[in-house]
């Protein structure tokens, strides 16, 4: 690491200054620190951590007891999808600042093809800003960084615009990259993809890891899975190119992302100097399993037992070739998720229910487009109302009648809650009024959303047959976040901490500043060092 005064190096925003004296000062009791491990589970709710707390007995019991466990932190934005939550745990800014707004505005980008096909063409090209690697690199061009996930924005937003290691997983059971990266493979992906270890799992059975006696929910749940093979033991087909291809809906998947990551880390020598290194992964399983049998399911209480012994065997392999003092980890979740209505009806006798409102919106959209509007103007997609307002003008059809018109009828559903306007929602009390807040993180300034609609808690969006996230609400928005190293006091944290507050909470142990402004401020309780960080 290089020495404090480093920093006068950088122009910083006038808002960083007077971090810069405390962050540099965390430096030195930590200058032993040299691997950063973040890890997202994808659809990770922050209840889990206590509802399957005593079954616990692998990385995540190891987290929870040697950590410092803010189990109920939040996103604090409205759509908890996976692209914008892994746009946010290492950049400590929203949405709105990010660019990342839903995963259909993600990473999709024809112009980076992956490699060797059979993966969508993918990049960050949307993504605006840096990431807690360039702040890394900024002070230290020399740090490195390997990104791994099963899904391809899982791997790449962690790393915002950074050309590092970033690999995915394609349907043929290789792990891929895209042009934005690399015009070919390294020697040691095209290693582990030789192995075809994905392919090994054919005709293999996902069974319970306990005796039936100790899952108390039900395993045979006609709602789940669209009714098809709801209950234990789940095999995977007998073919094998097959069960590459359906390899992410198994425990397994989870598995083989942690195996590459390490073979990874190996590979690269990453956590051997000379500058701190960072080791991103996503686990995507349990989002898997929580939208085919929901959050209620045997199955997902299963997949936590898994996901908890497969990162205990991580860390156990990880600690034997990486001094464990010199390691930080960081965990968190890209969102939480939301039970199946029926379920959590049956089981509460609270209302519960889908909503779609594209019947609504289409009957509004027909009318303008009969007065010559142009078909572009509007569009309508889960909770979002984009419009073109000089499309109306133009027209000379009046853009403030059809909205009025729109958000009248979409009230009248009995699963709305609210119908706002985007310029409507600054007006509101944003301490108070969650929603507006989170709808106010969500929306980068130049996008055109005209409305967005919010849902009651435990209403989604629909048609859908399998359990949603996405919403404002917490059983999306709360997830946990865990920190675990030299540099933190372990212990359960009731503070109000957001995802947000990961990156730069990273970036003062690491004594780097983030090289622009961030949404987020660093968790001070959860510091060894606290009164001198
Ligand atoms: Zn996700």
């Keep these: 690491m290089s020495r404090p005064g480093g920093f006068s190096r950088f122009i910083l925003p006038l808002l960083l200054l007077p971090l810069l004296p405390r962050a540099a000062a965390a430096q030195d009791p930590l200058a032993r620190t040299t691997l950063v491990v973040f890890i997202t589970v994808d659809q990770m709710r922050g209840d889990y951590l206590?509802?399957?707390?005593?079954?616990?007995?692998?990385?995540?019991?190891?987290?929870?007891?040697?950590?410092?466990?803010?189990?109920?932190?939040?996103?604090?934005?409205?759509?908890?999808?996976?692209?914008?939550?892994?746009?946010?745990?290492?950049?400590?800014?929203?949405?709105?600042?990010?660019?990342?707004f839903s995963n259909s505005l993600g990473v999709?980008?024809?112009?980076?093809?992956?490699?060797?096909?059979g993966a969508a063409p993918a990049s960050p090209f949307r993504f605006r800003g840096s990431t807690l690697i360039d702040w890394m690199r900024s002070r230290?061009?020399?740090?490195?960084?390997?990104?791994?996930?099963?899904?391809?924005?899982?791997?790449?937003?962690?790393?915002?615009?950074?050309?590092?290691?970033?690999?995915?997983?394609?349907?043929?059971?290789?792990?891929?990259?895209?042009?934005?990266?690399?015009?070919?493979l390294p020697a040691w992906v095209r290693q582990f993809n030789a192995r075809r270890l994905p392919h090994q799992y054919a005709g293999k059975a996902w069974t319970p890891l306990l005796p039936a006696s100790e899952y108390p929910e039900p395993d045979s749940v006609t709602v789940e899975n669209r009714g098809q093979g709801i209950v234990f033991p789940h095999v995977a087909p007998a073919d094998s190119a097959l069960a590459?291809?359906?390899?992410?809906n198994y425990p397994w998947m989870d598995q083989l992302t942690l195996d590459f990551a390490l073979d990874g880390l190996r590979q690269l020598d990453l956590g051997q100097g000379p500058a701190v290194d960072l080791l991103a992964i996503s686990l995507s399983t349990t989002d898997a399993v929580g939208h085919a049998f929901g959050p209620d399911s045997r199955e997902l209480h299963d997949q936590i037992l898994r996901l908890d012994r497969a990162l205990g065997a991580f860390f156990d392999r990880l600690f034997q070739i990486r001094d464990s003092a010199g390691v930080i980890v960081a965990l968190t979740a890209d969102h939480g998720v939301t039970p199946f209505p029926?379920?959590?009806?049956?089981?509460?006798?609270?209302?519960?229910?889908?909503?779609?409102?594209?019947?609504?919106?289409?009957?509004?959209?027909?009318?303008?487009?009969?007065?010559?509007?142009?078909?572009?103007?509007?569009?309508?997609?889960?909770?979002?109302?984009?419009?073109?307002r000089g499309a109306f003008t133009r027209a000379g059809v009046s853009a403030d009648f059809a909205v009025r018109e729109f958000m009248t009828a979409a009230r009248e559903n009995p699963g709305v809650l609210r119908v706002d306007q985007v310029?409507?929602?600054?007006?509101?009390?944003t301490s108070r009024d969650y929603v507006s807040r989170r709808w106010l993180h969500m929306i980068p300034p130049e996008l055109p959303v005209e409305v967005v609609v919010t849902l009651k808690e435990h209403y989604v969006w629909g048609p859908a047959s399998y359990a949603m996230h996405g919403s404002p609400h917490d059983d999306d928005a709360r997830v946990p976040i865990m920190l675990y190293g030299a540099p933190f006091k372990p212990g359960?944290?009731?503070?109000?901490?957001?995802?947000?507050?990961?990156?730069?909470?990273l970036a003062a142990v690491l004594?780097?500043?983030?090289?622009?402004?961030?949404?987020?401020?660093?968790?001070?309780a959860a510091l060894r060092s606290a009164g001198t960080n």
Excluded: C
Aim: glycine share 12%; aromatic share 8%.
């Design 50 to 100: 206590d509802r399957f707390g005593a079954q616990l007995t692998g990385g995540l019991a190891r987290l929870k007891t040697g950590g410092a466990v803010f189990a109920n932190a939040s996103l604090d934005y409205a759509i908890t999808e996976t692209a914008p939550g892994h746009a946010t745990g290492m950049s400590g800014r929203f949405p709105r600042s990010t660019g990342i």
């Design 108 to 117: 999709y980008d024809p112009q980076a093809p992956s490699i060797g096909g």
């Design 140 to 184: 230290n061009p020399q740090s490195r960084a390997l990104s791994v996930s099963r899904k391809d924005r899982g791997a790449i937003l962690p790393m915002g615009r950074a050309q590092q290691e970033v690999y995915w997983y394609a349907s043929d059971g290789r792990f891929t990259t895209s042009t934005y990266y690399a015009d070919t």
């Design 244 to 248: 590459a291809r359906v390899l992410p």
């Design 342 to 388: 029926e379920v959590y009806s049956a089981r509460t006798g609270r209302p519960a229910g889908q909503v779609d409102l594209s019947g609504v919106a289409g009957i509004v959209r027909a009318r303008i487009l009969a007065r010559g509007v142009d078909s572009s103007a509007w569009q309508w997609e889960d909770g979002v109302l984009w419009m073109d």
């Design 423 to 429: 310029r409507s929602l600054a007006q509101q009390d």
């Design 492 to 505: 359960a944290y009731r503070d109000n901490a957001r995802v947000v507050d990961l990156a730069p909470t």
């Design 511 to 524: 004594g780097v500043a983030p090289t622009e402004r961030v949404d987020g401020r660093v968790l001070r």
